[in-house]
């Protein structure tokens, strides 16, 4: 992630420099028309690809194995681009039933508009997948571990199930990122990323990126280029430089939120605790398969209900209340009235989330501050 950058000019710049400009320019027409044709390799207009755009892009293929990527403005544009390039109207799709609360909207508001139907599909039913199946299912989608509940989707078993269904496997791996697990291993076709969370890992920029197989990924770049979700060259200069570091980071987030969720399994006023790196939790082996760890996200229910977990909300000093996750600091969320609350009391339920559930996005402060800061916000 430090050495496969863009080779340095003559300058011999240790750091890739920003090319802020929106047009390239031609050595004479016979080169702009190649360029058009896609028969010469040269950048053509910044909506389609911009050098720092390639340079964060090439990194992500490297990290996830894919063969080709697209960078987008934000993680959502990323997960319609991944959806709406390559079904169409009449087609139909498998979807786990907890997912981020915004691409749940999409699924369940935006896509019928378009045509695209689809069925819900829990961790507990996967056994049972094939009775999902309608003549027009398209694709699966899934994220493992999900936001909030932290389900976990056994990618092996979709992969199978997929290449022995001719569907499209399509991924968010936004809360493993590839440092922690790699879908396309696993038979996944399509894998997006929200570059907002812990790519960036410190709250400055919004960004996605869709990755995949050369054959689907052509086309959800051809749907990107023309409706033009496209990531900004800034942006893609700092997540590029944000890549140097992000394994590093995600052993520090990791480490801190086993300790987090160790605590608070044993406090006397948590009801539950959900953190995939714990054996209590129900994906514990099948994580253990896929994902190098348990991630950064830990969710804990408080005894007493929603007015207990609002007031311990109200009582942290350290950690911030904000609905963001995957930065350098510590973020509480109270998923039922923020990020999901756009959702049925059935949808929530399905997705794992109580009125008395925090959501914590562990960040890189030191484990005993955090723990402490708890501490004080669970007296009861
Ligand atoms: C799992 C997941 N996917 C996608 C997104 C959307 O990303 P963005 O906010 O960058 O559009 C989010 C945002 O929270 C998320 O948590």
Redesign the pocket.
């Given at each position: 992630m430090i050495h496969s950058r863009l080779e340095s000019g003559k300058e011999r710049e240790l750091s890739t420099p920003v090319y802020m400009n929106s047009g390239f320019g031609f050595e004479d027409a016979d080169e702009m028309e190649k360029a058009f044709r896609g028969e010469k390799p040269h950048h053509v207009y910044g909506r389609w690809a911009n050098p720092n755009t390639d340079e964060f892009v090439q990194k992500m293929c490297l990290l996830e194995g894919a063969e080709s990527g697209f960078a987008t403005a934000?993680?959502?544009a990323a997960?319609f681009a991944s959806i709406a390039g390559l079904l169409r109207s009449g087609d139909h799709m498998l979807v786990s039933a907890s997912i981020?609360g915004?691409?749940q909207v999409l699924v369940n508001d935006w896509l019928p508009r378009f045509g695209i139907s689809h069925s819900y599909f829990t961790a507990a039913e996967i056994d049972r997948l094939a009775d999902f199946v309608q003549p027009n299912t398209r694709m699966i989608y899934v994220?493992t571990p999900s936001?909030p509940g932290l389900e976990i989707f056994d990618l092996q078993l979709l992969g199978d199930f997929a290449r022995r269904n001719q569907l499209i496997l399509n991924v968010?791996n936004?809360?493993a990122t590839p440092v922690l697990q790699k879908p396309l291993q696993f038979g996944a076709h399509i894998v997006t990323h929200?570059a907002?969370?812990f790519i960036d890992g410190q709250g400055r920029v919004?960004?996605?990126i869709v990755l995949g197989d050369a054959a689907p990924m052509q086309q959800v770049i051809a749907f990107l280029k023309t409706t033009g979700a496209t990531m900004s060259p800034m942006t893609a200069w700092i997540l590029s430089k944000s890549l140097e570091t992000l394994e590093l980071r995600m052993e520090r987030h990791c480490s801190n939120a086993l300790a987090v969720a160790e605590f608070l399994s044993h406090h006397s006023a948590v009801e539950f605790v959900n953190y995939p790196g714990l054996p209590a939790h129900s994906g514990y082996e099948i994580n253990q398969r896929q994902m190098k760890n348990g991630g950064a996200l830990v969710t804990f229910g408080v005894k007493g209900g929603k007015e207990n977990a609002v007031q311990v909300l109200n009582r942290l000093k350290m950690i911030a209340i904000a609905a963001n996750?995957g930065d350098a600091c510590t973020i509480a969320t109270h998923p039922a009235t923020s990020t999901h609350c756009k959702l049925s009391a059935d949808e929530m339920k399905k997705a794992g989330i109580s009125d008395n559930l925090i959501r914590l996005s562990i960040g890189l402060e030191h484990a005993a501050d955090m723990i402490d800061d708890l501490s004080q916000a669970l007296r009861f």
């Open positions: 934000t993680g959502m997960v981020f915004t691409t994220e936001n968010d936004c809360f929200s907002t969370k919004l960004g996605g996750l």
